[in-house]
């Protein structure tokens, strides 16, 4: 990988050939979630390492259970048409200031 300095400078010079290729925890695998305020307690969840992850649920933990089990139907679907598991990315939210 290049520079680890910044996630906006690393770079890959070739893919993995193999399914190591994604970050596997002891017990499964780490994807990012993104929650975001959808109104009137609604909560909407999508994945950007899983672009097929968009969900809602009524409130925070409904999303997490959500989101949860689309990412598991997801990867099974994957897994049945032999498609590859992605890298786990990094997601970064953060507040934009403009001028009124």
Do not use: C
């Amino acid at each position: 990988m290049g520079d680890r300095s910044s996630p906006l400078t690393r770079t890959r010079k070739s893919p993995p050939t193999d399914r190591r290729r994604y970050r596997a925890g002891m017990s499964g695998f780490t994807f990012n979630a993104v929650y975001e305020d959808a109104g009137e307690g609604w909560v909407y969840a999508h994945v950007p390492e899983l672009p097929e992850v968009h969900t809602q649920g009524e409130g925070l933990e409904e999303a997490r259970a959500m989101v949860r089990d689309a990412i598991e139907l997801v990867l099974e679907e994957r897994r049945e048409r032999g498609e590859s598991i992605p890298v786990t990315g990094w997601a970064l939210v953060e507040p934009v200031e403009i001028a009124a």
